[in-house]
């Protein structure tokens, strides 16, 4: 059984900074690759970042420079710091893990970001 719990999203200003939170209940199974997707009203989810068990990174070209992913693999937990947000950062993000040798897919709840101009 695994469960991802998001937090930190919320209401800023363009410019302004957040930091999401991604924890991970997990019992059995390895959390290979971790990431952050959104997705905006009307629109496809959307990769943002990507972070393997390594800590290899990897960025959607609109938020790089701009947006920070990372991850604790002792507390199973990933962070995504974003800073300079923009009006078009608004979205539902949503932390990802695949888990395990067939790297199933596992989803969070999404949590709201909404960058006001």
């Known amino acids: 059984q695994v469960q991802l719990v998001e937090s930190g999203g919320g209401l800023v200003q363009a410019g302004g900074s957040l930091r999401l939170s991604c924890a991970a209940s997990?019992?059995?199974?390895?959390?290979?690759?971790m990431g952050w997707y959104r997705q905006a009203p009307g629109k496809q989810r959307e990769l943002v970042a990507t972070?393997?068990?390594?800590?290899?990174?990897n960025y959607a070209d609109s938020v790089k420079g701009r947006f920070t992913i990372s991850r604790d693999n002792a507390k199973n937990t990933e962070y995504l710091q974003m800073n300079s947000l923009k009006p078009e950062d608004t979205a539902v993000y949503y932390c990802?893990?695949?888990?395990?040798?067939?790297?199933?897919?596992?989803w969070g709840q999404g949590t709201q970001v909404t960058v006001s101009s």
């Open positions: 972070i393997s068990s390594g800590g290899t990174t």
């Open positions: 990802n893990a695949r888990v395990g040798v067939r790297l199933t897919n596992y």
């Open positions: 997990i019992s059995g199974f390895t959390i290979n690759a």
